[in-house]
């Protein structure tokens, strides 16, 4: 696997956590969000962690997808019957994908991202949401997974995982 890691530049609102436990207490779900963009040093830190998984293999069978705009963000938040609507308050949202003809833990893989995802969110001081698509109807029945991938016309190959809904914190815990 010939991948080089991009030298990671940290973003001004790094916070440095005194140790690992005290990340692990501070993070929350979050469903609601300001109305404050996230700026493209944080998105590219909270990807450049998540390429860092590991995977079974070491295949990374995972792509991630990033979606600002906002009509993509409220097509994406009916894309499941529930538990998905809060994606259209966020400020972005990274869809969680791979392709399944890579490996057959990609499961695993994507869930293991997703959680890295999040935990570089909080790092930054920011929220996320883990929004599960796989295995997950929308409000007519048809398949989450189906209409996630036709929104972002992924490739037939590909399936979905689950979308990190993120935003800066509208809330306090
Ligand atoms: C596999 C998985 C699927 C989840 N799916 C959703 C979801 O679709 N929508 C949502 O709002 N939260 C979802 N969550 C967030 C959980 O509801 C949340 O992690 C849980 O209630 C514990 O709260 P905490 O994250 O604040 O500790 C999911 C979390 C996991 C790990």
Avoid at 57 to 68: A, D, K, L, M, Q
Wanted: hydrophobic residues 45%; negative net charge; glycine residues 4%.
């Amino acid at each position: 696997m010939n991948y080089e890691l991009k030298k990671l530049s940290l973003p001004n609102n790094l916070i440095h956590m005194k140790n690992f436990l005290e990340l692990l207490k501070s993070r929350r779900t979050c469903r609601r969000f300001t109305d404050e963009d996230i700026d493209k040093k944080s998105l590219e830190y909270i990807l450049e962690a998540a390429k860092l998984s590991p995977s079974g293999h070491r295949i990374r069978p995972w792509e991630f997808f990033v979606v600002e705009d906002k009509e993509t963000l409220k097509a994406l938040s009916v894309s499941k019957a529930s538990g998905a609507a809060l994606i259209e308050g966020a400020a972005a949202a990274i869809v969680v994908a791979a392709d399944t003809s890579k490996t057959d833990v990609w499961v695993e893989d994507c869930s293991i991202a997703t959680i890295i995802m999040q935990l570089a969110a909080e790092e930054l001081g920011l929220g996320s949401c883990w929004v599960q698509i796989r295995l997950r109807k929308d409000a007519e029945g048809n398949d989450a997974t189906d209409n996630v991938k036709r929104i972002l016309n992924l490739p037939e190959n590909y399936s979905v995982l689950s979308i990190v809904a993120l935003g800066h914190k509208a809330i306090d815990f």
